[in-house]
Structure formats: structure tokens, C-alpha cells
């Protein structure tokens, strides 16, 4: 300190903070030599309150309002000075000022998942996060438990406290609660005034804070689940299968007639007839008449088709009768079965083979 400054703190005495911070809770006013003089004027302004310590005690808390410095007004500082009737001379003490306004919009989250038992899913893994308000209420303790003989104390330096507190009693709430991951959502407002509580009844009587709000904003599952979830919901959206396959059909006849000379329709018009032909195979029936007894199982008679290419189906035994009696499969078409080792030309497939010759039994009538 420069010889004005020191010079300043002789002639004027005004003690005051003008906090334009947004996350101190504790400030330390700069004096001197720490002399305040008989007389001096303690400003103290709303959301706040001062406290005098002389030699590491805690004396005299001064809420808001404007204080000429007297013994009337500083007992228990009077008492510990040995002041009777009055002092003339400055005097020492440390003054901190402390923030008692609700600091809003700190975030908390979980590091780390909580481990839970899904009624629902088994064993899962969730993430939280969300926003709560920090108040002192008690400067007393604020002081002695935090922020000892710091010049100032920012919400910074009690985040990781808070966070831990917060995270351990929320795995506490959901592990009790039993609820299933799925109706978490609906319940964000009831598990908040849960967490709040208890985080309140944890940090109110030994650090002197209050937590006046606590909000859950999310819980969210592991990603790889709700990849799952995505994939569970698209098929309930999609509903009945054959006609959702009808519909991507048409529309990719569509498209093709808006391009006709690509590959693409050759591909798509075999595609189809193969479509067509497992259709038939099971609609083509005369009116009252009794269905046909299904012939016993032939091995390997799903089969795929290279078609420019690309691998079309799988299709049954009828769907292959079908395309070799409209010329789409030829004999050295490739087919692939499970039964096979690899691509083989149609004609070296018996089974397929023996639907060119003509030798595979009739349906029967």
C-alpha cells in the first residue's frame, strides 16, 4: 500500500462492500493495518451482513442498515477490548462482509453413472443434472467451517462439496424408490422436493448454508440404450410390416420411374416380381375352398438371388417356382442358401435346378 492509500485509510473511514459479483458469498474488507477508527461509518447494504473479528474471535454481527461505530453498538467487541466508557483511539478487527441473497443458477451433475436395478431392465446405468440456489444463513458458521482467514469465498470453492452432497443423496432417493427408468421423466418435480430436503438436512447445520432451490433438468440413460429404445419405438410406430413393405415399394417405384435408364430398375423390377410371386403363392386360392396341407419342409429352401450385383431376398421354394417360370432366374443366375458353401449358379442348386427341368412335383390341387 502506497503512502495515499495510507494516508486515505487514516481520513476516511467508511466501511462498506458494493458487490459486483455474482458467486461471492464472503468478502473481506481491505484495512490497513486492520485500524478502524471511533466513529467510523459501517455501511451495510441490503442481502448482506457484517462481522467484526478481533484476534481470530468472532464479535459483533451487524446486519443491514447504516452504523456510526460506538461501544453501544459493539458490546461484545467492547467487552474483549476491555472498553468501559468508551474508546478514542483506532482499534483492530478484521470485518468480512457476507452475501446473504440466494445465488441462483449453479449447476450440479453426476461424474460418474449411478449404478441402479431396473424393474424393467436389470441392472442400469443413469446420469443426472440439473440447477439449485445457494444462500448463508448462518455467517457464523460459514466462517469457522469454510472460509476461515480467505479474503474472499466464491461459490466455486464450495461447488464440489455441493455436487458431492447432491449426487450421493440423489442415488440414495432413486435406489429407495425403486421407480422403473422409463417413468422417471414423469416424476422430475416430486424426486427435486426429495433431493432438495435432503440435501438441506446435510449441509444447513454445519456449514451454515441453505439450498432454498433444487431442480432435476434431465435423467438419461446410457447412449447404447436409448439406441435400443429408438430402435423399439420405430417399430411400434411402423406397425403392421407388410403394409409399411408396401409402401416402401411404391415409393421406390417411384423414384425409379423418375430415373429410368439407372440400374437400379432392372434390380427393382426382379425385387418385386419376387415380392409378387410370395404373395400370390399364399393369396391365389379359390373362394371357399379349403387351404392346400403345406408339404413338409424342403432344407434350404430360403434362398437369396444376385441381382446386378446385389443381394435380393430371401425367398421361398414358390417364390423361386415363380421367377423360373417368368424367365427372371436362368441357370447361371446365382443363388445362395444357407446350405450352400457360397454363390452357385442356379442350375447347380438341385433343388433350383429341378425347378427348370420341370421335374419338382405339382401343387397339389
Known amino acids: 500500500m502506497g503512502f495515499f492509500d495510507k494516508l486515505r485509510a487514516e481520513l476516511v473511514d467508511i ?111 443413469l446420469r443426472a443434472f440439473g440447477t439449485y440456489a445457494l444462500k448463508a444463513v448462518d455467517p457464523k458458521a460459514l466462517l469457522k467451517e469454510l472460509v476461515g482467514t480467505n479474503e474472499d469465498f466464491s461459490t466455486e470453492e464450495v461447488a464440489e462439496l455441493m455436487r458431492s ?28 422436493a426429495k433431493l432438495r430436503d435432503e440435501v438441506a438436512t446435510r449441509i444447513d447445520d454445519e456449514y451454515g448454508l441453505e439450498i432454498p432451490q433444487l431442480f432435476i433438468v434431465n435423467i438419461s440413460l446410457p447412449e447404447e440404450v436409448e439406441k435400443a429404445l429408438d430402435t423399439r419405438s420405430s417399430m411400434g410406430v411402423i406397425g403392421d410390416m407388410n403394409r409399411f413393405q408396401s409402401y416402401q415399394m411404391g415409393k421406390a417405384m417411384t423414384d425409379a420411374a423418375a430415373n429410368p435408364g439407372g440400374g437400379a430398375a432392372e434390380g427393382l423390377g426382379m425385387g418385386m416380381g419376387f415380392a409378387m410371386a410370395n404373395r400370390m403363392a399364399g393369396g391365389m386360392m379359390a373362394p371357399g375352398a379349403a387351404a392346400p396341407m403345406a408339404p413338409p419342409p424342403v432344407p434350404a429352401s430360403v434362398f ?48 433350383v435346378a429341378a425347378l427348370m427341368t420341370g421335374s419338382a412335383p405339382p401343387p397339389l390341387p
Do not use: C
Not at 451487524?62 to 461505530?69: K, M, N
Not at 449426487?167 to 414423469?186: E, H, M, V
Not at 414358390?318 to 444357407?338: E, F, H
Open 165 to 192: 452432497i447432491i449426487n450421493t443423496a440423489l442415488a440414495d432417493i432413486l435406489g429407495k424408490s425403486q421407480t422403473a427408468a422409463l417413468d422417471l421423466a414423469g416424476k422430475y418435480q416430486e424426486f427435486s
Open 304 to 351: 437369396h438371388v444376385a441381382v446386378n450385383g446385389a443381394s435380393q431376398g430371401p425367398y421361398t421354394l414358390d417364390a423361386m417356382r415363380q421367377a423360373v417360370a417368368s424367365g427372371q432366374i436362368q441357370g447361371d443366375t446365382l443363388v445362395w442358401s444357407p446350405s450352400l458353401t457360397g454363390w452357385t449358379p442356379a442350375s447347380q442348386v438341385p433343388a
Open 15 to 125: 466501511i462498506e462492500w458494493i458487490d459486483d459479483s455474482k458467486h461471492t458469498l464472503v468478502w473481506r474488507f481491505p484495512r490497513y493495518n486492520n485500524q478502524i477508527k471511533n466513529g467510523a461509518q459501517l455501511i451495510v447494504r441490503p442481502g448482506q451482513k457484517a462481522i467484526f473479528v478481533h484476534r481470530g474471535q468472532i464479535a459483533d454481527i451487524f446486519e443491514e442498515g447504516h452504523y456510526t461505530l460506538k461501544t453501544d453498538n459493539l458490546p461484545i467487541l467492547s467487552t474483549i477490548m476491555g472498553w468501559k466508557y468508551g474508546f478514542d483511539s483506532p482499534f483492530k478487527a478484521e470485518v468480512y462482509f457476507v452475501s446473504t441473497r440466494q445465488i441462483t443458477d449453479l449447476k450440479w451433475g453426476t461424474p460418474n453413472p449411478v449404478m441402479l436395478r431396473d424393474p424393467e431392465f436389470g441392472p442400469i446405468r
